[in-house]
Nanobody, 120 residues
Framework: QVQLLESGGGLVQAGGSLRLSCAAS????????MGWFRQAPGKERDFVAA????????YYRDSVQGRFTISRDNAKNTVYLQMNRLTPEDTAVYYC?????????????WGRGSQVTVSS
């Protein structure tokens, strides 16, 4: 059974940085595309970033391009999301996701989420 455990969320002032981590177990990590989604209060869950199995290719939603960086360490079964120049609009619960294909990433396994709050 795939398990994903996020960590690293918290409260930060606008302009600050946070790094989220997602530790995966119960899977052959290098066989999975990994990603991050977020859900703000009263809104749907949205795609944030994804990274291919090798880590060679990454994808971002437009609003975080240039501020967020997704990376992975296949030796540690962990995916990261470095978030810089945070704004209050980035406030949300951030979820780690895993699936074998990018196209179905939002239909795979999920973590329980990590709250990120950005104060103005």
């Amino acid at each position: 059974q795939v398990q994903l455990l996020e960590s690293g969320g918290g409260l930060v002032q606008a302009g600050g940085s946070l790094r989220l981590s997602c530790a995966a177990s119960g899977l052959t990590f290098s066989d999975y595309v990994m990603g991050w989604f977020r859900q703000a209060p009263g809104k749907e869950r949205d795609f944030v970033a994804a990274i291919t199995r090798s880590g060679y290719t990454t994808y971002y939603r437009d609003s975080v391009q240039g501020r967020f960086t997704i990376s992975r360490d296949n030796a540690k079964n962990t995916v990261y999301l470095q978030m810089n120049r945070l704004t209050p609009e980035d406030t949300a619960v951030y979820y780690c996701a895993a699936n074998r294909d990018l196209a179905t990433l939002d239909n795979g396994s999920w973590g329980r989420g990590s709250q990120v709050t950005v104060s103005s």
